[in-house]
């Protein structure tokens, strides 16, 4: 069994998962801290034209992906991690949305498996089958509250939410503590207060005088304040 975790995509369009490569993610997969796969869906037909979709039973607009092809990719994704539960992540603007909460759930799982809908989506009976299914979990998952044209960003959104998580991948772990969605006060979670560097001008603008006080307790209470006011102002 891998002990590090692993991220197969399944997508009609790996070229755009190229980003995978760069970066943060880019240099994890070369130190072994991930492995990563991106797969062709297309690669799973016998037809052709490499047909994924099909038109939609009880009629409307727009084609919907087909099962098969879908079925035959996940099950052939599933033997690139036996020994590991399976969670299959449908990208769908129907689905729960991401958040750090989640983003840090996902670290858990060993293999993730993303499913890039294109079209009008993916026939809902992939997440019904493998929601049933032995040796996997189905999570649908959208990104926020609007309509993407397929689930390739949305992917690399969640990705790297959650690989810049893991052990190893950012050199001062210290910084995953004093973020956004992470400073935790009492019941909540605030956005990161305000940061300044060098010089201490520009263009008019100063320093806060607290932050080159070198008084670190007296640091700590500016930025939770900044850190509460700027959670409580923060455009709904
Ligand atoms: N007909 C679908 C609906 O109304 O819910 C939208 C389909 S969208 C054009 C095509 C694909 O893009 C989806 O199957 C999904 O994989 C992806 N997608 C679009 N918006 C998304 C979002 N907000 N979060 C995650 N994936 C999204």
Redesign the pocket.
Known sequence: MSKVNRFDVITIFPEYLSPLNLSLIGKAKDAGLIEIGVHDLRAQTNDVHGSVDDTPYGGGA?MVMSAEPWGKAIDAVAELAPDVEHELIV?????QKLTQELAVELTKSKHLIFA???????DIRISDYYARANGFKVRE???????????EV?TLVIMEAIIRLLPGVIGNPSSLDEESHSIIDGDSALVEYPNYTKPKVWRGLEVPDVLLSGNHGEIAKWRLEQAKSRTKNRPK
């Open positions: 727009g990208l769908t603007p129907a689905g890039c809908g294109r079209y009008e989506g993916i998952v959208s990104i926020g509250d609007y309509v993407l044209g397929g689930g949305a």
